[in-house]
């Protein structure tokens, strides 16, 4: 094998072609990394590269003081539903409930609440949706969020004496640190 050689000045206009020793530099336009370094900690630092550079794509997220410490992403599920933590304190949680059938009155009624499958750290946007049954006659709303769930979620006919049975979509957003 050829050691590769490299072109050095040798005063005014000329260049002496020498051989790479231990502490030469190459050029990141020439395929090199543009800084010496003798651990990989060294060289991801010297070429600007941050703790994510290393860490575990999926897994369990952490952070210290506010700085992301484990994963990017976790995902996960329980009881009450799934969410997914993001390294930068995002938070997103999801459930789907059947509702059994029912007659909803013109009024609201409170069909129930929602604990998050994950605690936030303050409280999140909250949001309830429904599909199926009488959808485009029905309507629903959280209230009373707060970090841990969403305290009651209502649901409202326009027509009198409606008896549908919807699956209620909620969802919420908000950070978990």
Not at 96 to 116: D, E, H, K, L
Not at 136 to 165: K, R, S, W
Request: hydrophobic share 50%; charged share 10%.
């Amino acid at each position: 094998m050829t050691t590769p050689l490299k072109a050095v000045a040798a005063g005014g206009n000329s260049a002496e072609l020498r051989e790479w020793v231990a502490g030469d530099v190459l050029p990141i336009g020439l395929g090199g990394t543009g800084v010496v370094a003798a651990t990989l900690a060294q060289l991801r630092a010297g070429i600007g590269l941050g703790s994510a550079a290393v860490a575990a794509i999926v897994g369990t997220v952490s952070q210290s003081g506010g700085v992301p410490t484990g994963a990017i992403v976790q995902r996960g599920s329980n009881a009450n539903g799934e969410f997914v933590r993001l390294a930068d304190g995002t938070q997103f949680c999801t459930v789907y409930v059947v509702q059994a059938s029912r007659s909803i009155p013109t009024s609201p009624v409170s069909v129930g609440t929602w604990s998050f499958p994950a605690a936030f750290a303050a409280v999140p946007y909250a949001e309830v949706k429904h599909v199926g049954g009488s959808a485009p006659y029905l309507h629903t709303d959280a209230e009373g969020v707060v970090a841990a769930g969403v305290n009651a979620i209502y649901m409202t006919a326009f027509a009198a004496g409606l008896t549908t049975a919807p699956t209620l979509v909620m969802f919420a957003i908000g950070r978990w640190f």
